[in-house]
């Protein structure tokens, strides 16, 4: 259940997002909590290239425009990083243990 220093990400959170359904059986087995959740972020306008040049071509009557409306990455589980990865077989192995059906 150890999480990296950088992004928060446990064992379980790689195999699970990498499609790795026999690693992800292994790492439940022996204790890895799918209930961890990697650290959530908001990146800094500057630090990623041309979106304040993006921010600022918005027209002023954009819903929700300008620099405070940047999507914020809420922190997953292994299960959600499955699924946006599309790896049906591992979601379907942990989804049991999340609580999510």
């Known amino acids: 259940n150890h999480q990296d220093v950088v992004g928060g990400r446990t064992p379980l959170h790689q195999a699970a997002g990498q ?3 026999k690693m ?3 790492l439940i087995q ?3 909590d799918a209930h961890i959740k990697d650290y959530p972020c ?3 306008v500057d630090d990623v290239p041309g979106l304040r040049e993006a921010i600022n071509e918005m027209p002023a ?3 929700g425009a300008g620099e405070d409306k940047i999507w914020t990455y809420p922190g997953w589980t292994a299960l959600e990083h499955a ?3 599309g790896h049906d077989s ?3 192995l942990l989804r049991p243990w999340t609580n999510e059906y």
């Open 24 to 26: 992800c059986d292994l």
């Open 30 to 32: 022996r204790g890895a």
């Open 90 to 92: 591992t979601a379907d």
């Open 61 to 63: 009557c954009a819903v």
């Open 19 to 21: 499609g790795h359904t």
């Open 83 to 85: 699924e946006d990865e």
């Open 42 to 44: 908001k990146p800094e």
